[in-house]
């Protein structure tokens, strides 16, 4: 890139990373200290505000970077992922959203105690929430140093290096100071300036082809080096009997996982009631149903302007897809328009990744405090000093997702994500759902449930070519792949529900019918709820 790219675009950096960390330090002036304060902003956000928030906490890097890359890439079978995260909220809507409004306060592992043994529910569900954050979080790291290696010229390693210290740096300050509120207010300015700029490269896609979507598609294949076959499934998930099974367990993973997300969950508590959380999540699913078919123009776009082998030139994940169909569709790489487009895309995707990271983190250090802390030392913990454990618990989980995020930077963000949702609906899909919906669910039941979804799903992946034994696994070098799948959820889904069914019905310990019965008049009505 030349100099005004990287000048124009630095400077755009700056600008929203200043805004930012004004929202924040304003309101870490106006804070109390206390637990609700610090986790769910008081519970003050109106239905569109927290729409807005959840819309930004979830259209991430992998969204806007990801997903538009593979689509360039692998044209009809990238496709799946824009389908699987939107279809996801019909899971939340229905299933998810205004139960655990009703039944929990800050995590999700409240919604599981409530009719359980708190102590060895909470670290159980603490670990998984801790897990699956910060595999999410090593995507948006991937992201953020995919568009700063493309913005430098894409050589520069310690470049990469030093901006995936910087998010991390970053989201630890967004958390510790401004907490829930300072987050939340973050992704609005965030999913506001990224519906601007996908609705905008979307409009000049489609001038480009006169408005004409048939010819995008055509001209897309054109280009793509595979032809016909660019528009039919297959190109990544046909083939032999192993891509059609990794295609069934992405979709499962993509479809269920939402609903098992930790920072997606702890937004329903940042409205005052059931009713407000969903209508947050209409709010969301209008906001991310729109983006989603954005990025499919977008996908298809860079493909047919920039082309599938320049784009994997750049990036051989695809990350930068949507940065160089920018600067294509602004004039080029020596113009104004195009250094003033691709500067512009740059900031507003660099800008997502900063709001997600800082969702995320402040979901996990959640679970650290409220639910592995403060079960462990359940006497002497009290709501401020459980606070303070937070903002430490934050930089230790910044400190780990920085050094997976520099060993796994070579992975398409939007499989990142993949994976991570694939270990949320084994892990934490199975106990929600069978502590809302199952009388006879036990204590032991639970934490099998989470275990056993959460340790086949880590180990399916320990053994897969994401590990080892392909060119693209993270240790190329050597091979330890038994496992033929890249997506473990076909497999884990299931064992988390039959884990937690085997815990169940093995335990000498009876269901408590009186807890599960207020569980039940609490999820549906809302009596009693925080």
């Known amino acids: 890139m030349t100099g005004d790219h990287q000048t124009l675009a630095l400077v755009l950096f700056g600008v ?19 637990a609700e304060e610090f986790y769910v902003g008081g519970r003050l956000f109106s239905p569109m505000e927290n ?57 999700l592992a409240d919604v599981v105690a409530a009719r359980m043994r708190e102590r060895p529910v909470r670290v159980a569900a603490g670990t998984s929430s801790v897990t699956v954050s910060v595999l999410y979080l090593v995507a948006q790291m991937v992201g953020a140093g995919s568009l700063v290696a493309l913005l430098l010229g894409g050589t520069s390693g310690a470049a990469q290096t030093w901006t995936v210290v910087g ?30 700029g996908a609705m905008a490269l979307t409009v000049l896609v489609l001038v480009r082809f006169h408005g004409d979507f048939d010819q995008l598609l055509r001209t897309a294949a054109d280009r793509s080096g595979h032809g016909e076959r660019f528009l039919a499934p297959g190109l990544k998930y046909g083939g032999d009997w192993t891509a059609r099974l990794d295609f069934i367990s992405l979709g499962l993973a993509l479809v269920l996982g939402t609903a098992g997300l930790p920072h997606i969950l702890s937004r ?68 104004t328009g195009g250094t003033v487009l691709f500067a512009i895309v740059a900031a507003v995707a660099f800008a997502t990744i900063l709001a997600v990271v800082a969702g995320i983190t402040l979901a996990s250090s959640a679970s650290v ?38 060993l796994a930077r070579d992975l398409n963000v939007a499989f990142l994500v993949g994976l991570a949702f694939a270990v949320a609906a084994s892990a934490n899909l199975p106990v929600l759902l069978y502590s809302l919906f199952w009388r006879n669910f036990t204590t032991r039941g639970a934490v099998w449930s989470v275990y056993g979804g959460l340790l086949p799903a880590l180990v ?58 207020e569980t039940e008049v609490r999820s549906l009505t809302g009596a009693g709820a925080a």
């Not at 799946?80 to 009703?102: I, K, M, P, Q, T």
């Not at 209409?282 to 860079?302: D, K, N, P, R």
């Open 167 to 196: 998010v991390g740096a970053l989201m630890v300050i967004y958390v510790s100071w401004g907490g829930m509120r300072a987050t939340t207010w973050i992704q609005i300015v965030k999913a506001v300036l990224l519906m601007c």
């Open 268 to 335: 329903f508590y940042t409205v005052p009631t059931a009713r407000a959380a969903r209508r947050s999540v209409v709010w969301s699913i209008g906001l991310i149903g729109s983006f989603y078919l954005m990025t499919i123009v977008l996908g298809f776009g860079a493909a047919a302007v920039v082309g599938s082998e320049a784009v994997r030139g750049s990036n051989a994940a695809g990350n930068t897809a949507v940065p160089l169909l920018a600067l294509d569709l602004g004039g080029g790489a020596d113009s």
């Open 369 to 406: 405090a409220h639910d592995l802390y403060a079960s462990l030392r359940r006497r002497s913990a009290k709501p401020r000093s459980e606070v303070a454990v937070a903002r430490v618990a934050a930089a230790g989980i910044g400190v780990v997702a920085i050094g997976l995020g520099l």
């Open 51 to 107: 729409g807005f928030a959840i819309a930004g906490d979830y259209m991430s890097a992998a969204s806007f970077l990801g997903i538009s890359g593979l689509i360039a890439l692998f044209g009809y079978d990238g496709l799946l992922y824009s389908v699987g995260f939107l279809v996801a909220w019909l899971v939340v809507l229905f299933l998810v959203a205004e139960l655990v409004r009703n039944c929990g306060r800050f995590t």
């Open 16 to 34: 929203f990373v200043a805004v930012t960390l004004a929202i924040t330090t304003w309101v870490s002036r106006h804070r109390h200290g206390s």
């Open 460 to 517: 399916l992946v320990l053994f897969s070519p994401v590990v080892s034994g392909a060119p693209s696994s993270l240790f190329p070098g050597v091979d330890f792949q038994y496992f033929p799948l890249e997506n473990p959820g076909l497999v884990s889904i299931p064992l988390g529900f039959v884990a937690g069914w085997l815990g169940t019905v093995t335990s000498r310990e009876p269901a408590d019918e009186a807890k599960h019965a």
